[in-house]
């Protein structure tokens, strides 16, 4: 995996309460056994018009705000289905880091496992963040600052998860590392295989 | 030292407890695996060469993508697409490298992956289960830890048998008093996800205990637990009792003989102590709870059935739904009605529509999906005359499957049209781009059925019980 640091971009704005992961990536492109494509059906049903044609007000449709790389959206984002297809998308489309007052468990969860930053901010932040579409934002992940409009904002990340972004380090490569003390649980609870 | 249930089962299953910089190594008891959250993770074990740790410990079903139709007379199943058929063929050809067992499409115990564990006592009480699938809060019905998790943890299952996790908060929500009629189990947790939010409970593992729950049946207890998740829930749980014993008794993977009896009194210890404190605590009244339904695009967004929708600036979700503020539901002409779902189409979900589904016809301008969780249930419901209900009623009687709960198989509503659902889900096209669905339980969704409209179920079953009581009088 990458590593990340820092991203610097305009922010892009989706103000819309409980964005569900069905509306991120609709169960439609749930069909697929690889991870390829998705960024073309992220958000789709408001993306497109019926003669699926780029709808103009959606604003990732936008040009001002097509390459933004950093996505404030409405409380409690990524809230419902479990589908990892949701970060693949966001990425897939250029999507680097989702800000919100509050984001979903399961998908902060597989957000961090793709190098797509979920962060939590406090109401007031987010309340600031919200107003400033288009501005400069930057974002930096060893000092856990965001700066946008001249103001700098502080937030928290969990340890671990941004520890292995830092250094572009895979979850996976961790577990495995625990593989004597998982063997020796086993044993210990009789779950070895019969 | 006292603790919770969720603490008891947390603690049983680290490997190495948390610390500031590293999340805790949780072990995992059981890994369910269907077509959709899969093939990824099976790949990312060949790209890295490793092995699939613990086939013993890992069950496959086919849900998502499969068809609801019989298949053809040479045997043949009748995908949506090519796509949906490759899914399926997919995770044969991943189970079949890694030798994870798979209830394949045809197999008499296939059907979906959160009925089928519990149906064939691969759920039981304090395990830790996970599946790439977030209505895995339902095992939790059992006293389990059970939530939905990612593809990446997917893998990591299949590599380790463990995930890493931050310890989630407790939310303890008790529930006492005696439901009046009409009202089950999908209105309680209807009305709990109203009162506390979509995110309501998100980093928290709820525990649902009191007076009620204790008197719900394993079916009606995985109906709570299933939409945990729908309050953002990281799962939802219910302390094992004779209930849960009496379900699994006898079932296919649970201990047999003295290791049964061992088994059990083992589970009688999962409970929360006397003086565990929950991070968070609300007392919900049974009594004043009645049959919910819901207007709008997430499921806190309900009433009882007879209120009108309220004026909460929900302006978008009413645009997506052609209501207004102020709007009486009841009355509203509907085009389809689901029964099915991981929430509702278990055995007793089937019984309940079934009372009013008797002697009576599905409306003229509706369509009825009747869709069993399991061949289990559809055998168990077509000897106990339930299905024939249905087919005389009008309704289609389907193969078991996920179906119009997310529509993947190809069974969708059109665009606009209004569906009274049993399942999860009313988020924006979730069962079909432009569809509209009103989340409800058995009873409503078979009173929509029947009268074509929005229905307050108990009228119905007051028509059913003076009829009976006329028959019983001459």
Not at chain 2, 71 to 89: A, D, R, T
Not at chain 2, 275 to 304: C, H, V
């Amino acid at each position: 995996m990458d590593k990340f640091t820092s991203i610097q971009s305009k922010v892009v704005v989706l103000n819309i309460e409980n964005i569900d992961t069905d509306q991120i990536i609709g169960s439609d492109h749930l069909k697929i056994t690889d991870k390829k494509g998705l960024g073309e059906h992220l958000f789709a049903d408001w993306r497109y018009l019926e003669n699926a044609q780029p709808n103009p007000d959606f604003v990732l449709n936008q040009a001002d705000n097509a390459s933004s790389q950093v996505l404030v959206a409405g409380d409690n984002f990524g809230c419902g289905s479990s589908r990892e297809h949701a970060p693949w998308a966001l990425l897939d489309f250029g999507i680097k880091v989702v800000i919100s007052s509050s984001i979903a468990d399961i998908f902060s969860n597989n957000a961090f496992k793709n190098g797509l930053l979920p962060i939590k901010v406090s109401k007031q932040q987010h309340d600031f963040l919200l107003a400033h579409l288009g501005d400069e934002i930057s974002i930096d992940l060893q000092n856990q600052r965001i700066s946008c409009a001249d103001q700098p904002l502080s937030f928290e990340v969990e340890a671990f998860s941004r520890y292995c972004l830092l250094n572009g380090l895979e979850q996976l490569d961790f577990l495995l590392g625990q593989m004597p003390q998982i063997e020796q649980y086993e044993k210990k609870y009789s779950k070895e295989p019969v | 030292m006292v603790a919770t249930l969720f603490e008891k089962v947390w603690d049983q299953h680290c490997v190495c407890q948390e610390t500031e910089e590293t999340p805790a190594v949780l072990y995992i008891d059981t890994h369910l695996i269907h077509e959709v959250t899969s093939p990824q993770a099976f790949q990312m074990l060949r790209d890295n060469n490793l092995k699939l740790r613990r086939p013993d410990r890992t069950f496959a079903t086919c849900d998502h993508s499969t068809p609801t139709t019989k298949p053809n007379s040479l045997g043949e199943y009748q995908f949506f697409g090519e796509q949906e058929k490759n899914q399926v063929e997919q995770l044969k050809k991943n189970c079949a490298e890694f030798s994870v067992p798979l209830y394949e499409l045809g197999n008499q115990k296939q059907g979906i992956v959160h009925v089928i564990g519990p149906e064939r006592g691969i759920t039981q009480p304090g395990q830790t289960i996970v599946c790439g699938d977030s209505h895995t809060s339902t095992h939790g019905a059992f006293g389990a830890l059970a939530f939905g998790i990612g593809t990446s943890e997917v893998g990591y299952t299949f590599a380790t048998q463990c995930i890493l996790q931050r310890k989630p908060k407790t939310f303890g929500i008790e529930i006492n008093g005696a439901l009046s009629s009409g009202v089950t189990a999908k209105d309680i947790i209807l009305a709990i996800i109203r009162q506390i939010g979509i995110g309501g409970a998100t980093g928290h593992v709820i525990e649902y205990f009191g007076s009620t729950i204790d008197e719900l049946s394993m079916d009606e207890r995985m109906t709570i637990c299933n939409m945990s998740i729908e309050a953002g829930a990281k799962a939802g749980m219910i302390a094992p009792d004779q209930t849960t014993f009496d379900f699994l008794e006898g079932k296919e993977f649970v201990p047999k003989g003295k290791d049964w009896d061992i088994a059990v009194s083992g589970w009688k210890e999962l409970y929360t102590d006397d003086g565990a404190q929950f991070d968070r605590r609300i007392l919900i009244d049974a009594s004043k709870i009645e049959p919910m339904i819901t207007y709008g695009t997430n499921p806190q967004m309900g009433i009882k059935i007879g209120e009108v929708i309220p004026s909460n600036n929900e302006t978008q979700a009413l645009k997506y739904m052609g209501l207004e503020e102020q709007q009486n539901l009841s009355g509203k002409s509907v085009d389809v009605v689901f029964i099915g779902s991981c929430t509702n189409s278990r055995i007793s979900d089937l019984r309940e529509a079934a009372k009013i589904f008797k002697d009576r016809k599905v409306a003229q301008h509706v369509r009825a999906l009747i869709v069993p969780g399991s061949h289990e249930i559809k055998q168990q419901a077509e000897n106990e005359g339930i299905a024939n209900v249905f087919i005389s009623a009008g309704a289609e009687w389907r193969e078991p499957g996920c179906s119009m709960c997310l529509g993947m198989n190809g069974d969708i509503i059109q665009d606009k049209q209004f569906c009274v659902s049993t399942s999860n889900r009313n988020f924006e096209g979730r069962q079909g781009k432009g569809g509209r669905t009103l989340l409800a339980s058995p009873l409503t969704a078979a009173a929509a059925a029947v009268t074509g409209r929005v229905t307050d179920p108990r009228e119905l079953l007051a028509r059913n019980d003076a009829i009976t009581e006329a028959r019983e009088h001459g």
